[in-house]
């Protein structure tokens, strides 16, 4: 059984963020927070879909909201416990393993959060493979399991139980509840049985993010370029290299919206984002959109910034990695390709 320990949240921290594709949220604040409850309460355990047991209750968790808004608010834990305990009053049964919603950004650090207090295994898996701003984009969305009943809760602790019809029902009535909870919340939904598990997410992903960090950290060290180390490592491209200018971003309907332009040698190439980056331009050419991720890095140390630390005058870097297979097929580029997003997709292929 692997554990996590704090020698790995650096690494989890540049890996997820790397995955979020500028979404998921900074896991900088997560990271500490499960610091100190490591700390405290010792290392977590990581399992496989193959240590799972069929009687198993596995609750993926998840935050919601706008990301900038948890720069200001920041999250307090109390609302995780909250969905636990609502969890167990709710079935009658208490969760036995946990999993993140979405391996991006700082959601990988969600359900370490409350696992190293309650010493309940954390799943080696997540439902996206990346981080997607709506929580009908999922694996198990694509092999139709239900999405409810799912637990809300705020960082005051107040909660509520939702029954919809579907999933897109859920992330409508989800993402006004987050708006109402002050543009950030957290959740539990897509619960399932161990036996639903297989096949129906994205397995080793916690996995994923850690030796992708690992590959950033060990370029450093070894004052190489670790764009290039990761770039090679997840058989990405390097769309472009310059300096961030002309950042336009507000937050509507509970999402971070807006665009970026990075100048490279004297061009200009924008980019497209809501919480997550989903589409790169330059001039009338299309260079990527989702679901490739886009990931964008500060230039030199290779770190990955997030959506909500955009800021003028930074030396980047924007690469893209190719999406998990499930997203690659016609069901998967129906649910999350860009014209989800209002973007004209790329004719003639089926992967971006």
Known sequence: MKQITVNDLEKLSIGSAILGSGGGGDPSYPLLMVKNAIEKYGPIDVISIEDLKENDLVIPLSFMGAPLI???????????????????????????VLMPAEIGGANAFTPLLIAAKRRIPVLDADMIGRAFPELQMSSCYLRELSATPAVMADCMGNTIILETRDANTLERMARAITVAMGSSSAVGFYFMSGSDVAGSVIPNTLSQALALGEIVIKAREESTDPISALVEASNGRILGRGTLIDIDQSIEKGFLQGSASILCEGEKMKLF????????????????????????LEE??????????????????????????????PEGLELVGPQVFGYEPIQGEAIL
């Open 273 to 296: 984002f809501q919480n997550e980056f989903l589409l790169a331009k330059k001039g009338e050419d299309i260079l990527s959109s989702t679901p490739e991720l886009l990931v964008l």
């Open 300 to 329: 030199n140390s290779g770190t990955p910034i997030t959506s909500e630390a955009l800021r003028y005058g930074l030396q980047v870097a924007l690469i893209a990695i190719p999406a998990p297979e499930i997203w690659q097929t």
């Open 70 to 96: 948890n720069t200001e608010r920041l999250q307090s834990g109390s609302e995780l416990e909250a969905i636990l305990q609502t969890i167990e009053k709710r079935l009658g049964q208490k969760p036995t």
